[in-house]
């Protein structure tokens, strides 16, 4: 696979969960990154990712195309990373999911630089049901149409140490009796490390061959929402009870514990999160994956244990999980 020498790489959202990875894997390739962050407080502690001057943040709202265009001038590539899983206030889906991918995809093209990687999401639909994923859709489409060349990443629910989905029903299970089936359980995905996405985007940065490429990142193993519920259990020693929830009923329970969303505090569930689990969230057929990218995917179940013990009582020192 050839690649293009590093230079000068500005990534968008690389203070999150899977950007402080990919940030990483980007200096360890030689690259100067330029961490553009709406919290600057945040953006602070990025600068120890890499070696001394390496990593820098610069302020930046992907909304501002003034200050998305400053962020990008003299890069030689850019990474997109930014996303929400729910809207607060000014931060709804069209703005940041749409309109800030289109700022950062004008501002690379018109700075000139080589590669722009997009992260985007399987199950991207611009035609889909759920907010989530139609954004996700129109984002690509308006990216392509702007940067002709992008690179598009779409992983599946992506797991580690700091993720959003296992650590939410681990810690649920903590203070739950039960815990929701939604739709019985049934959805499928295909959960990936983040270390793998992360390497997956540095690596599709500077190849030369994924130019204009489309990447569609899954673990090895295909899980079905109850398994992974059940997996949870297993590895924090609980015995809640699975409470299958018909897809009905969960959107209306979504409605009403989207509310604290409104004030700006981490809902459990949203309506649109519950249309999402509607659909499998699979690799598809065919799709250029990791293994196009030279990289062997890491499974859920070597992985999560080394960090789901915190949720059992006694913590590590806890017996081993129940079977």
């Known amino acids: 696979m050839a690649d293009f020498a590093p230079g000068l790489v500005t990534v968008f959202g690389g203070s999150g969960f899977i950007g402080t990875q990919v940030v990483r894997a980007l200096a360890r390739r030689g690259w100067r990154v330029r961490v553009a962050v709406r919290n600057a407080t945040r953006g602070a502690e990025m600068r120890m990712t890499g070696d001394v001057g390496q990593v820098q943040t610069v302020r930046c709202d992907i909304t501002d195309k003034a200050a998305v265009a400053e962020a990008v001038r003299g890069a030689d590539a850019v990474v997109n990373l930014v996303g929400i899983l729910f809207e607060t206030g000014s931060r709804k889906f069209q703005t940041l999911h749409v309109q800030g991918a289109v700022n950062v995809a004008e501002a690379a093209k018109a700075a000139g630089a080589k590669r722009l990687t997009h992260i985007s999401a399987l199950g991207a639909d611009a035609n889909g049901k759920a907010d989530y994923a139609r954004t996700k859709g129109q984002a690509e489409a308006a990216v392509r149409a702007a ?177």
């Open 147 to 323: 940067f002709p060349g992008a690179v598009i990443i779409r992983p599946s629910i992506v797991f580690g140490s700091g993720d959003n989905f296992l650590n939410r029903f681990a810690a649920m299970a903590t203070w739950s009796p039960v815990l929701p089936l939604i739709g019985g359980g049934h959805t499928r995905f295909q959960p990936v490390h983040v270390a793998d996405v992360a390497e997956a985007v540095a690596t599709a940065t500077v190849s030369t061959e994924a130019e204009g490429q489309t990447y569609e990142l899954g673990g090895p193993s295909v899980w079905t929402f109850e398994d992974i519920l059940k997996f949870i259990l297993r590895e924090t020693n609980r015995r809640n009870l699975l409470l299958p929830l018909p897809f009905p009923i969960a959107r209306i329970i979504g409605s009403l514990a989207q509310i604290p969303a409104v004030i700006g505090l981490t809902p459990q569930l949203t309506k649109d999160q519950v249309t999402l689990l509607e659909t499998d969230n699979v690799v598809s057929p065919g799709a250029k994956g990791l293994a196009d990218l030279g990289i062997e995917p890491s499974g859920l179940e070597a992985i999560a244990p080394n960090y789901l013990w915190r949720y059992r009582d006694g913590g590590q020192y806890a017996e081993n999980p129940a079977d």
